[in-house]
């Protein structure tokens, strides 16, 4: 027979895990992914951004996608060059920049290079910080 020390510890795990795996099954069918298959998609799901703070539940979490996405694409970048430091920065973004600043900043190019939105938004998201924040 188990303790009650060794239940305790044996459920409150499983309970965890199984409350992650309901909360999952719960979520909307569409993944992050969809949000950044080509930047006509990136432009639908994060171009609320710029309704803020006027925005509802589903908006919301597209915005922290897409303020995530982001956030991974510079540290990505930031990665690289600390990989290869001998190389210049692509981009060199202010100090005092937000992820939200880069958000808005890649929808701006998607708007004005429409020949180009169905690219992955890594493409367009590169070209865009590159000509918005050329490093000096």
């Known amino acids: 027979m188990l303790s009650a020390m060794t239940y305790s510890h044996i459920m409150k795990p499983l309970f ?8 999952c099954a719960l979520l909307p069918a569409q993944t992050a992914t969809d949000i ?3 930047g006509n ?3 639908n799901h994060c171009a609320a951004i710029n309704n ?3 925005i509802n539940k589903t908006e919301e979490v597209d915005i922290v996608a ?6 991974g ?6 990665a690289q060059w600390g990989i290869k430091p001998d190389q210049p920065m692509p981009y060199c973004p202010p100090q005092t920049g937000t ?12 708007k004005d290079h ?23």
């Open 41 to 43: 998609t990136f432009l």
């Open 99 to 110: 992820s939200a600043q880069a958000v808005r900043v890649v929808l701006q190019y998607i």
């Open 114 to 136: 429409p020949a180009e939105a169905h690219l992955p938004v890594g493409i367009l998201a590169y070209r865009a910080m590159v000509g918005a924040f050329p490093c000096k």
């Open 52 to 54: 803020l703070p006027n």
């Open 16 to 23: 965890v895990i199984l409350s992650v795996l309901l909360l």
């Open 66 to 71: 897409c303020i995530g996405y982001i956030r």
């Open 36 to 38: 950044f298959d080509s």
């Open 73 to 78: 694409f510079g540290d990505g970048v930031g």
